[in-house]
């Protein structure tokens, strides 16, 4: 089976991921682009678990994982994002430098 | 209790009978030495709110101190005494292998029972006197409380059974001697007068402690007892120091004891209120230097014609030309005096030269003599001075004249004083001045004997003097003077009786029944003193003594007696060059502040000079040199060099940090920007090296 075709769509998302990460300006939009990566590497797990043919399906099991921590860092994320837009009247990630030097 | 040592001499001195221990009284003897110190403390703590401001504590100790020392006078009377007590205090050191300890104590002996009586009698009749004397007055309770602090360091003085302990009562007695004549100290010259008697002592008193240190180091001890035997056994160690030490505690005495030229301290004491006058600068404290030389007399005895200075003049000899010098000159000095008090202190430098002169002659019976009935007259003689200062308020003579009608108590008993101290007989000072004549006699100073015969001229010339111009003629001060309260004058016929009737004491070769004379009382010691007593009286010299003392009073009255309320009386009798002189107290004090003042004033410029451009020069030359070395180390290598390097790495890592501040921009787009471009980068080198 060819896995190349796989690999190609998952480096796709994940370019899309980090170029969503880096431009935009909309915090929502960054946390959806952070998914993206996220599942980007789910489809490699998955993709590699099959070309491999492992008995133990630990791709699949990993990427269960993955799904899970993504929706825990989802929560936790948008919970932050919440707080900042009520302190902040704002969504727009520049507005955020609390942490400047 | 450590080391009490008890000693009956084996020996009896003089044939008389053999020293008792004296019992009960003599252990607790050292009683007396401490109860004034409890006095004091007493009325430091309790006198300002008692009804005589602490005076009772005073009289109080004095009273029971008196009973202690006339229980232990008759005693000595009955049979001789000899007791110490040693109380080992600290070991000071070892010295050519020899323990050098300090010990406190009291000696109980002939001599220190008649100084015991003498302090206690006196004392306890100022005290009485000084009730009604200083009613009133400023700082009553701290003037009480000093006098107890004398009356303390007295008996300390006189009761010590070492040289140490001789040397704490001494300095004791100078420092209340200084809070006392400095009692008004407002006036300027009270405080001077103070701090004069200070300074001259205290220079004496360097004479006292190298002679007792040289004393001790010698004998490895400083009891007196052990001097004493030393000195009678002729031992080779004392004797080789004796003459060094005998002269060095001489003059340690001459300071105390006023002798020319240390003298100048004592007219100048009389600032002090007039009880203190009887008390310490009559009585008592002066004649410590006479009770020095008494109680180390056994080392003089032993430099009899041996060592010889000054080429034919030997140490004993240079002591008798100081004594003879003292009686004669000072006692001119109160001729010429207004201040009455003044005068009986001329005389008592006077009548300690004649002590001193009698002691150094090698009277020890006859310098004590007359130190015994000396203490009561002059006492009297400055208890009624100060009875007839307190009624007209001043010390001129020229302010009285014809108290004789007003203060008749005062009168009488001043008169006795006075013919006491002229040596009329039968008086006490009659006796006690023929004991140093035929002393002096006998011992071969016969020309010192001739001076002390025309001192007592000059002595009943003054006292005559004294007594015309303040109770005869008329009264020239302000005011009409009263006798005294009764408190006064109770001492004074206290003192009076004693003047009269002591001289009887020591009539050669009379014995008061089993009781004795003076002579076996002041002989009770632990070893013989070995000085000549007459069998008899020499009524040779006491006709001239006698005889001195009556054209005195003659002379003295054809002066001043006949028109003695006109004040050109006295400048009538002015010799041209002898009464400036005198006035000026032979330049004594200008000498002293002569050398004062070349110490003062050139010497200390040349000092000053020399300090200045030669010992600071060197210094701050040194300074300087140093100064600039620290600082070409300081700036170069310190500031410079360590400082820089870590001023160097501090100021390095601030602008590093602020210059890489910057990245930290708190936007998470930027770090996530460096995340990925480093994680580019990683892959780039797997690729590359791939």
């Known amino acids: 089976m060819m896995v190349n075709q796989f690999l190609l769509i998952a480096a796709l998302l994940f370019s899309l991921g980090v170029y969503g990460l880096l431009v935009r300006r909309n915090v929502v939009m960054v946390l959806l682009a952070v998914e993206l990566m996220l599942n980007a590497v789910n489809i490699n797990l998955v993709a590699f678990e099959a070309a491999l043919r492992s008995s133990m399906a630990v791709g699949q099991i990993f990427s269960l994982f993955v799904i899970t921590v993504a929706a825990a860092e989802v929560g936790i994320g948008l919970a932050i994002v919440l707080l900042i837009f009520r302190n902040r009247q704002s969504a727009n990630v520049d507005d955020f430098d609390l942490m400047k030097y | ?690």
Not at chain 2, 253 to 273: E, N, T, V
Not at chain 2, 461 to 478: D, E, I, N, P, S
Not at chain 2, 591 to 604: M, Q, S
Request: hydrophobic content about 55%; some cysteine.
């Open chain 2, 1 to 690: 209790m450590k080391s009490v040592f008890v000693l009956a001499a084996e020996e009896a001195p003089h044939g008389a009978v053999e020293l008792a221990s004296g019992g009960v009284l003599a252990q607790w003897a050292g009683l007396m030495l401490v109860l004034p110190f409890a006095a004091f403390l007493l009325i430091i703590w309790r006198g300002k709110h008692m009804k005589y401001k602490g005076a009772e504590f005073a009289i109080g100790a004095m009273a029971v101190n008196l009973v202690m020392a006339t229980a232990l006078f008759i005693s000595n009377m009955v049979e001789g005494i000899f007791h110490e007590e040693h109380f080992e205090i600290a070991k000071i050191g070892l010295w050519e292998g020899k323990n050098l300890i300090f010990e406190l104590g009291w000696v109980v002996d002939g001599l220190s029972i008649m100084m015991y009586f003498v302090v206690s009698f006196v004392g306890l009749l100022v005290f009485l006197y000084a009730v009604g004397y200083m009613h009133g007055d400023v700082r009553v309770t701290w003037f009480f409380a000093s006098l107890c602090l004398f009356a303390g360091s007295m008996l300390v003085l006189v009761g010590s059974a070492n040289l140490v302990q001789l040397i704490i009562g001494w300095e004791g007695v100078g420092v209340a001697s200084y809070l006392l004549i400095g009692h008004y100290w407002e006036q300027k010259e009270n405080s001077s007068a103070a701090i004069k008697a200070f300074l001259v002592n205290k220079v004496a008193d360097v004479g006292l402690v190298l002679g007792a240190i040289y004393v001790g180091l010698s004998l490895g001890d400083f009891r007196f007892s052990t001097l004493e035997r030393a000195a009678v056994e002729g031992d080779a160690v004392l004797a080789g120091v004796a003459a060094a030490a005998g002269l060095l505690l001489f003059f340690g005495a001459m300071g105390k004891s006023a002798q020319f030229p240390l003298h100048i301290w004592l007219p100048d004491a009389m600032a002090g209120p007039t009880p203190v006058s009887a008390l310490m600068h009559a009585a008592t404290m002066v004649t410590a230097g006479i009770y020095l030389m008494a109680r180390t007399f056994p080392l003089y005895q032993n430099l009899a014609g041996d060592i010889e200075i000054l080429g034919s003049l030997d140490v004993r000899g240079l002591m008798v030309i100081v004594g003879a010098i003292t009686l004669f000159g000072m006692g001119l000095l109160a001729l010429v005096a207004d201040d009455i008090k003044k005068v009986l202190a001329y005389s008592t430098v006077s009548q300690l030269g004649y002590m001193m002169t009698a002691v150094a002659a090698g009277g020890y019976t006859a310098g004590l003599f007359h130190l015994f009935t000396h203490a009561f007259f002059k006492a009297l003689l400055f208890l009624g001075a100060g009875s007839v200062i307190h009624a007209v308020h001043s010390n001129n003579m020229s302010d009285m004249g014809g108290l004789r009608k007003d203060m008749p108590t005062t009168f009488w008993t001043f008169s006795i004083g006075s013919l006491a101290l002229a040596g009329i007989i039968p008086l006490a000072g009659f006796w006690s001045k023929d004991e140093i004549l035929a002393t002096l006699d006998y011992e071969g100073y016969q020309a010192v004997m001739w001076i002390a015969v025309a001192g007592a001229f000059v002595t009943a010339f003054y006292m005559t003097r004294a007594v015309a111009l303040t109770f005869f003629g008329t009264y020239k001060g302000h005011g009409q003077p009263h006798e005294s309260p009764s408190i006064m004058t109770t001492p004074l016929i206290a003192l009076a009786v004693p003047s009269v009737i002591v001289g009887f004491f020591n009539v050669p070769g009379v014995k008061l029944g089993g009781l004795g004379n003076f002579t076996e009382w002041v002989g009770a010691r632990s070893v013989p003193m070995g000085d000549h007593h007459a069998e008899a009286i020499d009524w040779r010299l006491a006709a001239f003594g006698l005889a001195a003392g009556l054209g005195g009073i003659i002379v003295g009255w054809l002066i001043f007696g006949r028109d003695a309320e006109t004040q050109a009386a006295r400048d009538k009798v002015e010799v041209p060059v002898l009464y400036p002189l005198l006035r000026q107290k032979y330049y004594m004090d200008h000498a002293a502040l002569g050398v004062t003042g070349f110490i003062k004033g050139p010497t200390a410029r040349a000092v000053n000079w020399i300090n200045t451009y030669v010992i600071d020069g060197v210094v701050n030359g040194v300074g300087a040199v140093v100064k600039a070395l620290g600082g070409l180390v300081y700036n170069g290598l310190d500031q410079r060099g360590v400082d820089g390097i870590f001023n160097g790495i501090a100021a390095g890592s601030d602008s590093a940090g602020r210059a890489l501040s910057r990245l930290q921009t708190g936007r998470v787009q930027n770090y996530a920007t460096g995340f990925v471009v480093g994680a580019l980068v990683l892959v780039l080198i797997v690729v590359v090296a791939a």
